[in-house]
Nanobody, 119 residues
């Protein structure tokens, strides 16, 4: 059974930092694309960052480029999202998701972790 468990969310002041972690189990982690998504109240869910399976190439939402960094620890099966220079508009529930190589769909999702940035 696949499980994705996020941690690291919380309340931070604008300009601060948080690191989200997502521990994955039950899947061949190194071959999956891992993504971080977020959804703010009243807004659609959006992909914030992703890191591919083989090659571990990264992609970022324009608004987080230079502030957020996605990375993986393939030995621990963990994907991280380091978030620096946080702004109130980054406030959202952040979700970790996993996408196998044979589909464009993220088929496994975590429960989400709340990130709140105060001004």
């Amino acid at each position: 059974q696949v499980q994705l468990v996020e941690s690291g969310g919380g309340l931070v002041q604008a300009g601060g930092s948080l690191r989200l972690s997502c521990a994955a189990s039950g899947l061949p982690f190194s071959s999956y694309t891992m993504g971080w998504f977020r959804q703010a109240p009243g807004k659609e869910r959006e992909v914030v960052a992703r890191i591919t399976g083989p090659g571990r190439r990264t992609y970022y939402l324009d608004s987080v480029k230079g502030r957020f960094t996605i990375s993986t620890d393939n030995e621990k099966n963990v994907v991280y999202l380091q978030m620096n220079s946080l702004q109130p508009e980054d406030t959202a529930v952040y979700y970790c998701a996993a996408r196998p190589a044979w589909t464009n769909d993220y088929v496994h999702w975590g429960q989400g972790t709340q990130v709140t940035v105060s001004s």
